[in-house]
């Protein structure tokens, strides 16, 4: 973990997004040149937020409407039945397509990183970032639609960019 090279940082600052780590920036820089949304956890928060499982358990479903999230711009959003969520063991960590969660976010202790490559239906994620009154990058890309087939070769850059940039392996 530690800042994105310089290269990296002007890309980012040069479309409008601001630069983070190396990690996050690499998944954001993979969002700019192919258009392809992907989300970095942090593996072992994932699996803290899961009860301490020595088992992860990833899901995607809708939110039952009495449950909340705190998001990556640390706001508590109250949850409702129209916001697709990702799960660990079934508790919320992310607004699906739109935004991460704080308490699995990618920070200077992050040992080992789980990486979200997925497709989403357009409709469910603009409903769900509507009702949060929430549009990032990310929904606007999955609103409008990603190219599904090049899903896997954007995950596979992002795999070859995060170990380059992490010395990961």
Do not use: C
């Not at 002007?10 to 990690?23: E, H």
């Not at 690499?26 to 949304?37: C, D, M, R, V």
């Not at 997925?118 to 609103?143: K, N, P, W």
């Amino acid at each position: 973990m530690g800042p994105s090279p310089e290269w990296l940082q002007w890309r980012l600052l040069a479309a409008g997004m601001r630069p983070i780590n190396n990690i996050v920036d690499a998944t954001n820089y993979i969002l700019l040149a192919w258009g392809q949304p992907l989300h970095a956890f942090d593996f072992d928060r994932l699996l803290e937020v899961g009860a301490g499982l020595a088992r992860l358990n990833v899901g995607v479903r809708l939110a039952t409407g009495e449950e909340t999230l705190k998001t990556l711009d640390g706001q508590e959003r109250p949850l409702n039945l129209q916001n697709l969520v990702i799960t660990s063991n079934d508790r919320p960590v992310a607004l699906a397509g739109v935004m991460g969660g704080e308490e699995t976010e990618v920070g200077d202790q992050t040992q080992a990183i789980f990486l979200e490559a997925a497709l989403f239906d357009s409709v469910a994620i603009r409903r769900s970032a509507r009702a949060q009154g929430l549009r990032t990058e990310a929904s606007a890309r999955y609103e409008r639609g990603v190219n599904q087939i090049e899903l896997d070769n954007a995950a596979q850059r992002a795999i070859t960019l995060i170990v380059s940039l992490a010395g990961a392996g």
